[in-house]
C-alpha cells in the first residue's frame, strides 16, 4: 500500500461544515483522498459518514468550507455541478437503479443523456461493464428479477459507465444478505486494484484491512483519525475509536 499519490489530490475537503437545525453533522471536516487511494469510512451509526459522501457529490449542500474535485472546486448549482457530479460515481446501500428499466438500460441511460454518447458506444459500454461485473447474460432482465448482491454490481457498473475519476460507496453491503457480501466486495477489491480512487462507507473490516490505503473514523461529525488501517487497527488513539472496534470486531 502506498501512501498519498502524488499530484494533485482528487478530493480535497477543507473546513466544511454542515448543520441539520441544531446539528452539527459535519465539523471542519478537512479530507485529502489522493488519485489512486482508497479511503475507508467508519464510525457509529448517525455520525456523519453518508452527509459526507453526499456533500462530496452536493446532494447536501454545505455551509461553509470548501471542496474541489480534481482541482477544480465544486460549484453550488448548474452545468458545471453537473459536470463534476459525473466525475464522481456513487454507489448506495439501496441500489437505487430504475425499476422500469432494464439491466442494460441502466448502465446505459446516463451515458446517453450525460455524456452524450450514441445509442451503439453507451450499449457497447454498457455489456462491456456487465461483463466485468459477471451480470453480461442478464442484461434483458430487470432490477426486480435480479438477487440484492446482482443489483448491487449493477449499481457499480451504471456508475462505472460514466468513466468517474472516483467512486464514493455509501455502506455497499449493508441492505445485503451474508451470503452475497462477497460477490460485491469482489467487484470492490478489484476496481481498488486497478487504482481506482475510492471513497468507501462500510462496516467491512476485512476490506478495509486488505484493500483502503487510510481508515478515516468519525463520530459525532468530527474526523477522529485518520490513518493507514494496520495502524488503526493495531492502536486507536480515541476512545470512541476503541469503544467502536471493541463492539464491531
Ligand atoms: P451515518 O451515515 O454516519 O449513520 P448520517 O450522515 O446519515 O450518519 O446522519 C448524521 C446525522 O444527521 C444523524 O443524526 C441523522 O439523523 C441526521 N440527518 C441525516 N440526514 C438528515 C436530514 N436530511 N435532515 C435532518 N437530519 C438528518
Ligand atoms: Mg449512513
Redesign the pocket.
Known sequence: MTGYASGTPLIELSGVNKH??E?H??QDIDLTVGRGEVVVVI????????????AINRL?SIESGTITIDGRPLPAEGKGLAQLRAEVGMVFQSFNLFAHKTVLQNVTLAQLRVRRRGKEEAEAKGRALLERVGLLAHADKYPAQLSGGQQQRVAIARALAMDPKALLF??PTSALDPEMINEVLDVMRALAAEGMTMVV?THEMGFARASANRVVF?AD?RILEDRAPEEFFARPNSERARDFLSKIL
Request: charged content about 20%; proline content about 4%.
Open positions: 441539520f437545525g446539528l453533522v459535519l464510525g457509529p451509526s448517525g455520525s456523519g459518514k453518508s452527509t459526507l459522501c453526499r447536501e455509501d455502506e462507507v468519525m461529525g
